[in-house]
Structures are given as C-alpha cells and as structure tokens.
C-alpha cells in the first residue's frame, strides 16, 4: 500500500527496481495503472495526471521502465511506455512513451511515438544542464 499525496487512503501498489535514490512504484486502479516516483527523502510525484490526457484506460503494461544515466551514472530521465484506447475508436490499442525529467525534480516533458523520439527528448534534459 502507497499513501499518494492530496489522496484519501492508500492505493495498491507494487514496487520495481530503481537507481539508488529512486523508488518506482507501479499504481493499480483496475483497469488504469501508472507510475509513482518515490525521490528525496520519500517524496513522491505522480504521473497519473499525465497519463489521464492520452485516451481511455491509461495502463503501464508489461514494457519496462528506462532510466538514462549521465556519465556518472545518475539518473535524469525516466522514460515509460503507456498504453491505451482511443477516444474516438475505443477497439483501437495506442501507446506513447512517456519522459520525465529527474532534475532538479521531477517533472513531465512529454508524449512520443518511438523509442527514438523520446531518448532524444531524455537526452536533450542532460545536454541542457
């Protein structure tokens, strides 16, 4: 159990492997699932209300989560894979790949097609510092 900020309760979660200083947990709220980062002393950022924005029944799926490292072996970015139905064609599958800067905190960069893209986008966070 996970206690999200500005939220009631708790919420399922589990946990997966994460760069020291980092906890990533996986959130399910049948059938939506997302991504909680855990960072600086068990603060927590939510991905869920970027997840909400692409389409219907955002979930995290089976696809693992990237983290780009800088040459020092820090993390900053994490890159996940979404998946969802759209709005208009329900029966239609979509996915987008979803960067978020680690740095200074974490934050949302945005949406990408391919896996291209969006190391592009992560690796633009570093050559920006």
Same mark, same amino acid.
């Given at each position: &159990? *996970?206690? !999200? ?21 996986? $959130? ?8 909680? =980062?855990?960072? &600086? /002393? ?11 924005? !692409? ?15 800088? /040459? ?5 970015? !994490?890159?996940?894979? *979404? =998946? ?9 599958? =979509?996915?987008? !790949?979803?960067?978020?800067? *680690? ?9 990408? $097609? &391919? ?9 633009? *966070?570093?050559?920006?510092?």
């Amino acid at each position: &159990s *996970l206690r !999200l900020p500005g939220q009631e309760g708790t919420a399922d979660a589990g946990r997966c492997r994460a760069p020291a200083g980092y906890a990533l947990y996986i $959130v399910e709220e049948d059938p939506r699932s997302y991504v909680v =980062l855990g960072y &600086s /002393k068990n603060k927590l950022f939510s991905t869920q209300p970027h997840t909400q924005m !692409l389409g219907l029944f955002p979930n995290i799926g089976d696809s693992p989560a990237e983290w780009r490292l800088d /040459k020092g072996g820090k993390p900053y970015a !994490l890159i996940v894979r *979404l =998946l969802f139905q759209d709005a208009d064609t329900p029966d239609k599958g =979509l996915s987008r !790949l979803q960067v978020y800067a *680690l740095q200074p905190t974490p934050r949302f960069v945005g949406n990408f $097609v &391919s896996n291209e893209q969006a190391r592009q986008a992560a690796d633009a *966070l570093i050559k920006s510092r």
